[in-house]
């Protein structure tokens, strides 16, 4: 064979197994993700006895917060603008809250509740903050002013845990038509929050900033505030149905319990 021969062979089997090489080597993996920024570590809190439902039944009652709205700025300029009348200007705090919560137009209080039927002639409507603020004038019920107290506290004034709490239970009364004790259903959204993990609870409910000088110790505190299980006396009046707990911007459901 001629040397010519030889060398053709030798180049045809080198390059040869570059092609196979390349063709059986692994593929290069993608870049691992960046990681996620830390969330708040909220479940360190969750109530012993807490439970993770699949479904929610509630979930639809949950408006989405349109953030680029025109509304949504007005709603906010509008907010900055009882800040400024409440000379907390740039303060955004629980205490800056409570002012706004108060805050008087033509000597009345913007934030005024008012029955769903009387507004939004429905039974249950849980308007979203603009809606609320914008449209209906602060006129709403507990739901519409705990999605206020949220957005205030979580998304503005950024504080470590925000929840809107949904509190349902039964109070024992006398009907007189049945000559009898009957149980009445009954429900109250709130707003719970702390200001770092150190922090004591505090709460919002409706006009009032409960916890305001001490907080509260415990989340079931607040709780009973509402469903007094915890007073002898009181006791055998109520039941405590359940508690829910949401994600206080996307209204994720982050747990429900039971005393």
């Not at 409960?210 to 709780?223: A, P, Q, R, V, W």
């Amino acid at each position: 064979m001629e040397l010519w021969q030889l060398i053709g062979i030798f180049i045809f089997f080198v390059t040869a197994g570059f092609v196979i090489g390349g063709c059986t080597k692994k593929p290069k993996p993608d870049p691992e993700p960046e990681p996620e920024p830390d969330k708040p570590k909220w479940d360190i809190f969750y109530p012993f006895g807490a439970t993770f439902p699949t479904f929610d039944f509630q979930k639809n009652n949950w408006q989405i917060r349109n953030f680029n709205s025109s509304r949504w700025l007005d709603y906010e300029n509008k907010i900055i603008n009882f800040m400024i009348d409440e000379d907390r200007k740039d303060i955004f705090d629980e205490l800056t809250l409570a002012k706004l919560l108060t805050h008087k137009e033509n000597g009345k209080w913007f934030f005024t509740w008012t029955s769903d039927l009387e507004v939004f002639n429905t039974a249950d409507y849980w308007a979203p903050p603009d809606e609320y603020v914008i449209d209906k004038h602060g006129l709403g019920d507990c739901d519409d002013f705990a999605g206020f107290h949220c957005d205030y506290l979580y998304r503005l004034s950024q504080y470590w845990l925000v929840w809107w709490i949904e509190v349902y239970w039964k109070r024992k009364y006398w009907n007189d038509v049945s000559n009898s004790y009957q149980w009445k259903n009954l429900g109250h959204a709130i707003t719970i929050l702390k200001r770092s993990p150190e922090s004591n609870w505090k709460c919002f409910s409706n006009n009032s900033f409960l916890g305001m000088t001490n907080g509260f110790d415990t989340f079931e505190e607040i709780i009973y505030k509402f469903v007094p299980l915890n007073v002898p006396s009181q006791a055998d009046n109520y039941k405590l149905t359940k508690v829910v707990a949401r994600e206080p911007v996307t209204g994720k459901l982050l747990f429900e319990w039971r005393s």
